[in-house]
């Protein structure tokens, strides 16, 4: 699994960061996303599943989906 994360739509809620902790991370200047791997692993890929739901900006999406 493929996510983008787009930091211009990012709100810095951080539902991401609590949900899928291997993949999120927020930056300190303005707590937005940052994608800590290109690839997601198998092992987070139900939490970032999860994380796409929770996200209230709709910052993250999957590469692999249209939106």
Do not use: H, W, Y
């Not at 930056?27 to 796409?52: I, Q």
């Amino acid at each position: 699994m493929r996510i983008n994360a787009d930091r211009g739509v990012c709100i810095g809620a951080g539902m991401c960061v609590l949900t899928a902790p291997l993949v999120f991370d927020q930056d300190e200047d303005e707590g937005l996303v940052v994608l800590k791997v290109a690839e997601v692993p198998p092992e987070a890929e139900a939490a970032v599943a999860r994380a796409l739901t929770l996200c209230p900006s709709g910052a993250i999406t999957r590469a692999d989906e249209a939106r």
